[in-house]
């Protein structure tokens, strides 16, 4: 349910991995979207009307021997290299399984202990945000039934009352595609054994602030996607998790999957083991809060199942969605109406990132837990698909990310290569951009941009200062991206068409919208957007300020003691009494402030690493930044006092040194948050 999204999620798709103070905000958006299944799509995605680049090749032969023999000469090696501990491999092709493949080892062993090689039909791994795409399922059954409606206020349905800061309807299709306008949340979303599990408490307590209009940015959201399965629930008038076990995973065939956390007895001796790397001991078993956006356990094999189920084929029971309703979800869910220009740019459908490629339709989702990382595409035009889930994170950061990609965009590659002269699927010829248009259009983008994954209501606004992209025009009509959307290189896009970019020699694309001259979004893949950054945010004001204030008080307080002793070894008198309190009051300040920063940080990096910390805390270390903010005060007054009594050019540039930064810090708590009332995260 996480996803790590490698666009600074996230995860998110995520991206934060590269700094310092934004070193723990970033790597907790990631881990948060990690540990929420984000689902940033692996593959370069082509653009809408144009041309696939890159040279044709004749494809391989799409068989059980030929997918075995690729994937035999690829993974064993790539598990070795990252230090991923076993990988679990599906492929789908014309109503049939052509092949299930374990790597690796879904218990390492150690001790008395053997090593346990995974098997894809028996061992689960834990697929992360690929559950999204059950939830979607069960959601669009009871559309189908008319139990639910696509287009009405989700108040209908609830039984509490969703924040909303916006008056405009909050649908089940806004759920469905990251729409629906809420921020990031980070807190309990992975437990351990003994989490208890009950989706209404978990959706209804401290839930995140709406801050994006409805329909009109995307903007990645668990939140968003376990009110659709909390929807399922009540519609059903049954649990969420029975309702999807006898309606989606028993039609499909998947006896073997599960919502259940803990595992239902008869399941739990065949859970594979989660690492953080091959060498590593062994994770408990992960608790997800909220089922729906990622608490799935299954078995290779019975992710075949569902796919070929979702491809239109019956493989168990009976059909997941009847050829209309499968249709509909698999096709973009929002147009411009609500989304203006984003939407020439990749879309969400009701439930499935699209992730095309080489000029073939690809429909797919990914999703990470703390250990296991995973990814599903479709591609519905050819009767096809493949999943692939790992047990382990792997030596570095973006090792699972990468061998996913390797193995996603190879398959993409070596089965359905592109042609020298194809279209992408269902589009009209390029129409072009004139010169003059794509530069004008160029110099509009030129900024810095930040993901629509964000918190906005508390203190982790910080996490905004990291994981940016600056965005810059070159050759007078090329943007350049730094770093490019879902990597982490510069990369150089052009105008393919109004306001669509596309990367030179590659197949990404973004999109914008421009209001009034101004750029409101860019849309970089399905339910993920830059936005532009203030200019009072702009991270080299910000960080200067910081990082000069904090350097400042530092250099005050580390003087103390330095002159107290300095005073007794000289044998000079104190400071006369005049202005005193003002100095102590200062004095006091400057504490507070520093112990504030050092509390901020120790947060974030217990909030990185998925750890609580308790509301106690935060309000101690948010009383510490009130006491620092206050202190302008009585060191305005010490400035003053100093200056009427002349007391000597050197205390008076301390005493502005001392009051400019503690302004400073004040202005970064107040433009941050970091003494916002909500301290939910």
């Known amino acids: 349910m996480i996803h790590k999204t490698v ?65 035999d000469g690829l993974l064993p090696a790539a598990l070795a290299r990252t230090g991923v501990a076993g990988a679990s491999v599906a492929v789908v092709r ?23 090689p995974v098997d894809p039909d028996r061992h689960l791994f834990r697929v992360g945000s690929v559950s999204k795409l059950v939830t979607a399922t069960a959601a669009l059954q009871l559309v189908q039934s008319g139990k639910l409606q696509l287009d009405t206020d989700i108040g209908e349905y609830l039984d509490f009352t969703v924040p909303r800061r916006y008056p405009r309807d909050v649908t089940l299709r806004h759920l469905l ?51 659709a399965g909390y929807l399922v629930e009540r519609a059903s008038g049954i649990r969420f998790e029975e309702y999807v076990a006898s309606n989606v995973l028993a039609r499909a065939g998947m006896a073997s999957s599960t919502f259940e956390q803990p595992l239902p007895a008869h399941l739990s001796d065949r859970m594979s083991n989660g690492y953080e790397r091959a060498g590593a001991p062994a994770a408990p078993f992960e608790i997800v809060s909220t089922p729906p956006a990622g608490a799935l356990s299954a078995p290779a094999t019975d992710m075949a199942r569902f796919m070929l189920a979702q491809l239109g084929e019956q493989v168990g029971e009976a059909p997941l969605l009847d050829a209309p309703t499968r249709e509909l979800m698999q096709r973009p869910a929002l147009d411009a109406t609500s989304l203006g220009t984003l939407a020439e ?112 209501s508390n203190f982790l606004t910080m996490m905004g200062l990291t994981g940016r992209t600056t965005v810059s025009v070159t050759d007078g009509d090329r943007l350049l991206f730094e770093p490019a959307p879902l990597s982490d290189s510069p990369a150089l896009y052009e105008e393919v068409s109004p306001w669509v970019w596309r ?20 849309s970089f893949d399905s339910a993920f957007a830059l936005l532009p950054v203030p200019a009072e945010r702009d991270s080299a004001l910000v960080l200067t300020v910081l990082v000069a204030s904090t ?43 520093l112990l504030a920063l ?16 308790s509301a106690t805390s935060l309000r101690v270390v948010q009383l510490m930044q009130l006491i620092g903010l206050l202190g302008v005060l009585p060191a305005a007054v010490r400035l003053i ?17 001392v009051l400019l930064a503690l302004a400073g810090t004040g202005w970064f708590a107040v433009e941050f948050m970091l003494l916002a009332p909500s301290i939910s995260y």
């Open 641 to 657: 006092d100093d200056i009427r009594r002349r007391t000597g050019w050197h205390r008076i540039t301390g005493s502005v040194a």
């Open 94 to 116: 014309d109503g049939e399984t052509l092949t299930a493949r374990g790597y690796g080892h879904a218990d390492t062993g150690g001790g008395d202990a053997d090593a346990v």
């Open 345 to 456: 740019g990749p879309r969400m459908t009701l439930g499935y990132f699209d992730e095309s490629r080489n000029g073939h339709r690809i429909l797919g989702h990914g999703g990470d837990t703390l250990y296991f990382h995973s990814h599903l595409q479709l591609y519905p035009d050819d009767r096809t698909g493949i999943y692939l889930s790992l047990n382990s994170t792997g030596e570095g950061a973006l090792d699972s990310h990468e061998l996913r990609q390797a193995v996603l965009n190879g398959f993409a590659d070596r089965y359905f290569p592109a042609e020298a002269t194809q279209q992408v699927a269902g589009t009209q010829p390029v129409a072009g951009v004139d010169p003059a248009t794509a530069a004008e259009h160029a110099a509009l983008a030129a900024g810095t941009y930040e993901s629509s994954r964000a918190v906005r």
């Open 598 to 613: 050092a509390g901020w940080t120790v947060s974030l990096v217990s909030i990185m690493g998925l750890r609580d910390v």
């Open 177 to 227: 595609t990251h729409t629906a306008g809420f921020e990031e949340r980070i807190a309990g979303l992975i437990g351990t054994t003994g989490t208890d599990v009950d989706l209404r408490t978990a959706l209804i307590n401290d839930p995140p602030e709406q801050i994006y209009e409805p329909g009109t940015v995307p903007a990645y959201s668990n939140y968003g996607n376990a009110l």
């Open 503 to 522: 990367e030179v020699g590659g197949q990404r694309t973004v999109a914008m919208r421009v209001t009034d001259g101004q750029v409101e979004a860019i």
């Open 7 to 71: 666009t600074r999620p996230r995860s998110t798709r995520s991206q934060s991995r590269r700094v310092r103070v934004g070193a723990a905000l970033a790597t907790a958006v990631a881990v948060a979207a990690t540990v929420a299944g984000c689902g940033t799509s692996q593959s370069d995605p082509a653009p809408p009307g144009s041309a696939v680049p890159g040279t044709s090749a004749e494809p391989a032969a799409l068989t059980g021997a030929n997918v075995n023999a690729w994937l």
């Open 551 to 593: 350097a400042v008080l530092l250099l005050v307080a580390l003087s103390w003691p330095v002159r107290a002793i300095v005073r007794r070894r000289l044998g000079r008198a104190p400071r006369d009494r005049a202005g005193r309190t003002a100095r102590i009051l200062t004095r006091v300040a400057v504490a507070g402030t």
